[in-house]
């Protein structure tokens, strides 16, 4: 009787077991800790081997942003122009990037024709429709028909967004203030006098921010915004612009903005408070991909943190939209990590 009791019992447990739904074990695919990559870099001449393309394909990025200076011609030649991107566009580690990769970006002055040049250069509308075609942008774009180089795009993963503004500081850019007391280059000029953006790009800049809902937005601007006291080309030789794009970021309440810029052959981060804005503004440069500024030895730069990287450098981002962090990398030949710095916004 007891055997058979046990018996009984197996057998109604094994019975009942069975009735039960299969339980099926869900393996969820582990979360990497970052939803979205960006990477950016200026500063490309097309003559020197690029050693960085095959570390920047490695990490995987959903947009490259060229930061500007991206082939090195100087001329108002239109052929030579178009040979020197044809030549980038056939080297084959930057292929791949272009393979795996989406690309937008910004000129600089180097690749715009004109040394330092702003809207005084006369080759600018040519110049312009190859940079465009440089960036494979569609024949009927209203791109095409628009003066200057400016545009937006919205990078988007499953939890959030990241808007990417991208400035055009030269096509508009009026004339610098040369400095004649010091052995600087350039000085700011007389408050309210003269432009970086121009009019219309300063109202499609507004429309941009004010209209934006992503978790971050990146504008992107060839020249340093931030950093202030060095003699060359930024944005504080014109103050009131820099004071202009600081009262637009405040009253438009955009999430999340930081800046990328490129253009001074050192890459560093600045970073200064904003009144009224919870977050502080973050200047990320990134330069240069092949060349550097080797006699570098010291600058001021108030709104620095960290140290000046004088070496070979791209810059990647990382966004966390659950944390509302970006961690900011500064990476170089080996994919070495020369630097970061966390952003919390």
Same mark, same amino acid.
């Given at each position: ?10 057998? $109604? ?12 074990? =869900? ?25 960085? #393309? ?5 990490? !995987? ?17 239109? !052929?030579?122009?178009?040979?020197? &991107? ?7 580690? @930057? ?8 690309? /937008? ?13 702003? =809207? ?6 040519? *110049?312009?429709? $190859? ?17 200057? =180089? &400016?545009?937006?795009?919205? =990078? ?34 007389? @408050?309210?006098?003269? /432009? ?5 790009? #300063?109202?499609? $800049? ?19 915004? $931030? ?7 930024? #944005? ?76 070979? *450098?791209?810059?990647?981002? !990382? ?25 919390? @916004?």
């Amino acid at each position: 009787m007891k055997i058979r009791l046990i018996v009984s019992a197996f057998v $109604l447990t094994a019975f009942v077991q069975g009735c039960k739904t299969p339980k099926v074990e =869900v393996v969820k695919q582990a979360k990497t800790q970052y939803d979205t990559t960006i990477a950016f870099g200026s500063c490309n001449k097309q003559n020197i081997e690029n050693k960085l #393309w095959v570390e920047v394909v490695k990490h !995987k990025p959903d947009l490259w942003i060229w930061g500007g200076d991206n082939v090195y011609a100087d001329t108002d030649n239109m !052929k030579k122009l178009e040979a020197d &991107y044809n030549k980038l566009l056939a080297n084959e580690d @930057y292929k791949r990037l272009r393979e795996t990769t989406k690309i /937008t970006g910004t000129w600089d002055d180097h690749d715009y024709g004109l040394n330092d040049g702003g =809207v005084e250069f006369e080759a600018k509308k040519g *110049s312009q429709q $190859l940079f465009l075609d440089f960036l494979k942008v569609p024949k009927d774009s209203e791109r095409r028909y628009r003066k200057g =180089v &400016y545009s937006s795009q919205i =990078v988007k993963a499953l939890n959030g967004s990241v808007k990417v503004i991208v400035l055009d500081t030269r096509y508009f850019r009026t004339a610098l203030t040369d400095d004649k007391k010091n052995k600087n280059r350039y000085e700011p000029g007389v @408050y309210g006098e003269g /432009t970086i953006l121009g009019e219309k790009q #300063w109202q499609w $800049l507004e429309a941009e921010l004010n209209g934006s809902d992503a978790d971050f937005n990146i504008i992107v601007s060839s020249i340093q915004v $931030l950093s202030a006291e060095h003699g060359f080309e930024k #944005w504080s030789n014109f103050p009131h612009e820099v004071d202009k794009l600081k009262s637009l970021i405040k009253k438009s309440n955009a999430k999340g903005v930081m800046v990328l810029s490129g253009d001074r052959h050192i890459s560093e981060f600045s970073k200064t408070k904003i009144e009224g804005v919870s977050f502080p503004l973050v200047d990320f440069t990134s330069s240069g991909l092949t060349h550097v500024y080797n006699g570098f030895t010291s600058e001021s730069n108030k709104y620095r943190v960290l140290e000046v990287v004088p070496e070979l *450098s791209f810059g990647v981002l !990382k966004f966390n939209f659950e944390a509302k962090t970006v961690l900011m990398e500064m990476r170089g030949v080996g994919n070495i990590l020369q630097q970061k710095l966390l952003q919390t @916004y």
